[in-house]
T-cell receptor, first 112, second 112 residues
């Protein structure tokens, strides 16, 4: 059973640019959630996808968007990057209706 | 709005000692309370979780104590080991909806 994987591991962008982060869910999981973890803070929920549709969203602006594909892999897109977007972005997968989420190692994004 | 408050921010414990981390929540709709362990460069990993219908849950050296009336819960690590050195997050979620609200984290250092 493969775990949750994310790519890339690290990324440097400049303010105003756009970025796409990728996540492959653990085998068999049909739900994926994305979290932003600022340095020294707990993860903050961005949104969740189930059956390729957004299934809940945290307090993040529309420039944060996502996709879930038929194979349950997922993307997080962030437009018009701001300095405060610098963080570790975590993807977590799970079975729908089960509380246990399995996190990937994250993508470290630095916005200059 | 911080719905899960966690303390202390950091903790140093001697090997063999007991590590105690406390959390308090505000939203009485929360019905699932996991604890996550995060090592540097890794995503959070589920350690142990509890539901509000029980007051204590033990798994090996890790115990969660839950006080529903006080809206507080805590993690006890017995016989703490240097390998337990990590950041610990308490968290809460509600109704099978998998948005997880995290605390701010406790950095634990276990010294030999």
């Amino acid at each position: 059973e493969t775990g949750v994987t994310q790519s890339p591991t690290h990324l440097i962008k400049t303010r105003g640019q756009q970025v796409t982060l990728r996540c492959s869910s653990q085998s068999g999981h049909n739900t994926v959630s994305w979290y932003q973890q600022a340095l020294g803070q707990g993860p903050q929920f961005i949104f969740q996808y189930y059956r390729e549709e957004e299934n809940g969203r945290g307090n993040f602006p529309p420039r944060f968007s996502g996709l879930q594909f038929p194979n349950y892999s997922s993307e997080l897109n962030v437009n018009a990057l701001e300095l405060d977007d610098s963080a570790l972005y975590l993807c977590a997968s799970s079975y729908a209706g089960q509380e246990t989420q399995y996190f990937g190692p994250g993508t470290r994004l630095l916005v200059l | 709005q911080q719905q899960v408050k966690q303390s202390p921010q950091s903790l140093i414990v001697q090997k063999g000692g007991i590590s105690i981390i406390n959390c308090a929540y505000e939203n009485t709709a929360f019905d699932y309370f996991p604890w996550y362990q995060q090592f540097p460069g890794k995503g959070p990993a589920l350690l142990i979780a509890i539901r509000p219908d029980v007051s204590e849950k033990k798994e090996g050296r890790f115990t969660i104590s839950f006080n529903k009336s006080a809206k507080q819960f805590s993690l006890h690590i017995m016989d703490s080991q240097p390998g337990d050195s990590a950041t610990y997050f308490c968290a809460a979620s509600k109704g099978g909806y998998q948005k997880v609200t995290f605390g701010t984290g406790t950095k634990l250092q276990v010294i030999p």
